[in-house]
């Protein structure tokens, strides 16, 4: 029964751990782009699924203790706190872990340049529009990719 809390290392290691591989799959998803994390779809499901599943150990060092997972859980949630705080302090720090909003269409017209830093491509530009019940690139005057990989619109229709 005392196996079940008896942990394997000092009680900071689990923080230290789960802090690197926090900031590390963080970064990563950061740059996994913002239409993956609004547009999870099957495959980027799978790959969250598998990412947490591979780091589990470089967090744990293998002890499977009952305490070991507190410390963990709390550092994690911790850490989350942490980062939205920042975010909702600093304009810098926000840039930097949420990134910033992508214009898309302009007056009206399709910005190419910054459909391809996105990796979006037309069509997959027009099924977000369709979403939001817009059915004809005509009808918009803006289009912003926001940080969290929705799509917000200004119709022409809504200008004074």
């Known amino acids: 029964m005392n196996a079940l809390w008896a942990l394997s290392f000092p009680w900071w290691h689990f923080i230290l751990r789960g ?3 926090y900031v590390a799959v963080l970064l990563l998803l950061r740059l996994g782009g913002k239409r993956q994390i609004g547009q ?4 980027e499901f799978v790959a969250i699924l598998l990412v947490s599943n591979a780091v589990q150990n470089a967090m744990n060092g293998g002890d499977n ?7 963990l859980a709390a550092a994690l949630i911790i850490l ?3 980062f939205a705080y920042l975010t909702y302090k600093s304009r810098r720090w926000a840039n930097l872990l949420e990134g910033k ?14 459909l391809e830093k996105e990796l979006l491509n037309l069509h997959e530009l027009k099924t977000m ?3 939001q019940g817009v059915h004809d690139l005509n009808e918009v005057s803006e289009a912003v990719l926001e940080s969290d990989g929705q799509l917000s619109l200004i119709k022409k229709s809504e200008l004074p």
């Open 19 to 21: 802090t690197i591989v």
């Open 40 to 43: 999870m779809g099957a495959g």
């Open 65 to 71: 203790s009952i305490t070991a997972g507190m410390i």
């Open 80 to 82: 989350s706190v942490a």
């Open 101 to 114: 909003p992508t214009l898309l269409m302009h007056e009206g017209k399709v910005l190419h340049a910054n």
């Open 129 to 131: 529009m369709r979403r």
